[in-house]
T-cell receptor
Framework: DTAVSQTPKYLVTQMGNDKSIKCEQNLGHDTMYWYKQDSKKFLKIMFSYNNKELIINETVPNRFSPKSPDKAHLNLHINSLELGDSAVYFC??????????FGPGTRLTVL | DAKTTQPPSMDCAEGRAANLPCNHSTISGNEYVYWYRQIHSQGPQYIIHGLKNNETNEMASLIITEDRKSSTLILPHATLRDTAVYYCIVRLSSGTYKYIFGTGTRLKVLA
């Protein structure tokens, strides 16, 4: 009964490939997020969806495209992967103004 | 840019109280202070939050100064499992309720 789950946990791929990371929450929250944590351990918000609508879109390359098929899911698709995309990506969910619950993270390595 | 300033690291003896300070001198009147921690490479975990009054839950206590320019997170009896990076965050008060993670304090609990 994991609250926020992500798949895969590890992702190793070549530069130029396209990959997706999936996120699901079973908490009934209306807001979901993607964060990126780079090698220096800075956690930066990338996107947020509230009731399937995009509400936060930070300065992220348009190679990154979030998709929310329903309130419980927020997937992240990345086109033309670059070396600098290597990081740990965390999904999170919350009620719009409440505490965030984070997933276990997906470690992406681009070779 | 993060709206908070924290010491980069602290040590605490096991069984003693860990007091983690945070400065947020530019906080607005209706912005909340949130604390999260990240154990090793796991997803951040919510600890506590407050607006003006001191708060306590099963994990920690939060002391906010009267002028709200700083706060202290207190872990009353630190254990080795409390070793983590602790983030103090000011949550924006409206709209997207976005919050920005700073660099955090790396707390090491020593046996």
């Amino acid at each position: 009964d994991t609250a926020v789950s992500q798949t895969p946990k590890y992702l190793v791929t070549q530069m130029g490939n396209d990959k997706s990371i999936k996120c699901e929450q079973n908490l009934g929250h209306d807001t979901m997020y993607w964060y990126k944590q780079d090698s220096k351990k800075f956690l930066k918000i990338m996107f947020s969806y509230n009731n399937k609508e995009l509400i936060i879109n930070e300065t992220v390359p348009n190679r990154f495209s979030p998709k929310s098929p329903d309130k419980a899911h927020l997937n992240l698709h990345i086109n033309s992967l670059e070396l600098g995309d290597s990081a740990v990506y965390f999904c999170a969910s919350s009620h719009i103004s409440g505490q965030k619950f984070f997933g276990p993270g997906t470690r992406l390595t681009v070779l | 840019d993060a709206k908070t300033t924290q010491p980069p690291s602290m040590d605490c003896a096991e069984g003693r109280a860990a007091n983690l300070p945070c400065n947020h001198s530019t906080i607005s009147g209706n912005e909340y202070v949130y604390w999260y921690r990240q154990i090793h490479s796991q997803g951040p975990q919510y600890i506590i939050h407050g607006l003006k009054n001191n708060e306590t839950n099963e994990m920690a206590s939060l002391i906010i100064t009267e002028d709200r320019k700083s706060s202290t997170l207190i872990l009353p009896h630190a254990t080795l499992r409390d070793t983590a990076v602790y983030y103090c965050i000011v949550r924006l008060s409206s709209g997207t309720y976005k919050y920005i993670f700073g660099t955090g304090t790396r707390l090491k609990v020593l046996a």
